[in-house]
């Protein structure tokens, strides 16, 4: 029966473990460095801009680049530099805005249609529920 030998490594590698994981660390440092000056010179600036800053020759996106976990993807998520959902909250404040106001116009119109139009009753009902689900839906 074979015994087992451990892992024993030698200093130089202990040593350039140690350096590659300094590069890395400083390399991550540049990058955020970068990142920041970046979107402060370009507010509003997407992910792909700020490759193609960093990455010229990445102009168009290598694949690699989208992979969750990589480590310019985490700086990009880090510095909360996503515009777009910054633009998709500010849009649905405002489509929630425009659904309470349509059904408060629903509502009006209702109060105020003719008595002898009766067919608008189920749609402007309809309508009002509508607006109020949506609204509800956005808000939430």
Known sequence: MEVPLTEVRAP???EAERQRAQAVESSTVLVREHLQDFLARNPGATYEAWIASLHPENVQLDHRLRITGNPWLVVWAEA???PRVREILCLQGFIAVLS???AGLCMLMQ?????YVRSTTWILGTATALSVVLCILQLG
């Open 100 to 102: 309470v106001v349509w």
């Open 111 to 115: 109060g105020l249609r003719a008595q």
């Open 80 to 82: 909360g530099a996503n």
């Open 12 to 14: 130089e590698d202990v």
